[in-house]
């Protein structure tokens, strides 16, 4: 796609339940990276993903938290039995891993409340 | 431990106004700068800077940097008030997670 995409754009959820959050990298962009932006924080790295290289899951909180990338392609962030602390914007970055820096497109994030 | 550093944290300036935004950082490795401006969610990319004393420069903004001081600065001149936003400054180190400053909030009244 022209951009990166990323859905649902809000989720509101209650305590305890399974959230699935998903992002569609630009085509042909092998690097794609998970953020989390809480209010008035800077961005929180969570995990990153460069074409068939095993992920790089150190920012991620918990075990609550988990990701996966099908085909190179499409990512989901799933987060385990919600707590009011993961209520935030999850970002959802990709990038060229030949553009020998780290210029990332970001999508417009899907904002999590956690009630 | 890698840190970036933005000053100030927040500014308000008339419309017109010229400003400066600084960015800090003590990375092992340093591979390059970039700077982003968030308005509502998307952070979207204005420079990457990774030689010092090249002025980077798009319109009315422009930034530079000193590796050897350790710093870049972002400069907006003749600011509008569509220049309000947040400010982040990122840089790259030896692997690719780019360690992210807090940004500045900057808003330009008109």
């Known amino acids: 796609g022209a951009g990166v995409s990323q859905s649902p754009s809000n989720k509101v959820t209650e305590k305890g339940k399974d959230v699935e959050l998903r992002c569609d990298p630009i085509s042909g962009h092998t690097a794609l990276y998970w953020y989390r932006q809480s209010l008035g924080q800077g961005l929180e790295f969570l995990i990153y993903?460069?074409?068939?290289?095993?992920?790089?899951k150190s920012g991620l909180p918990s075990d609550r938290f988990s990701a996966e990338r099908t085909g190179g392609s499409v990512s989901t962030l799933t987060i385990q039995r919600t707590q009011q602390e993961d209520s935030a914007v999850y970002l959802c970055a990709s990038s060229l891993a030949t553009s020998g820096a780290n210029v990332l497109t970001f999508g417009a994030g899907s904002r999590l409340t956690v009630l | 431990e890698d840190k970036v550093v933005q000053s100030p944290l927040s500014l308000v300036v008339h419309e017109g106004d010229t400003v400066t935004l600084n960015c800090s950082y003590e990375?092992?490795?340093?591979?390059?700068l970039l700077w982003y401006k968030q308005e509502k969610k998307a952070p979207t990319f204005l420079f990457m800077l990774?030689?010092s004393g090249i002025e980077k420069k798009s319109g009315r903004l422009s930034s530079i940097l000193d590796k050897k001081e350790l710093f870049s600065i972002l400069n907006i001149t003749a600011t509008q008030t569509g220049d309000s936003a947040v400010y982040l400054c990122?840089?790259?180190?030896?692997?690719?997670?780019?360690?992210w400053g807090l940004g500045t909030s900057l808003g330009v009244n008109p």
């Open positions: 990375v092992t490795n340093f591979r390059s």
């Open positions: 990122a840089v790259a180190g030896n692997n690719r997670k780019l360690i």
């Open positions: 993903f460069q074409g068939n290289s095993a992920p790089d």
């Open positions: 990774t030689s």
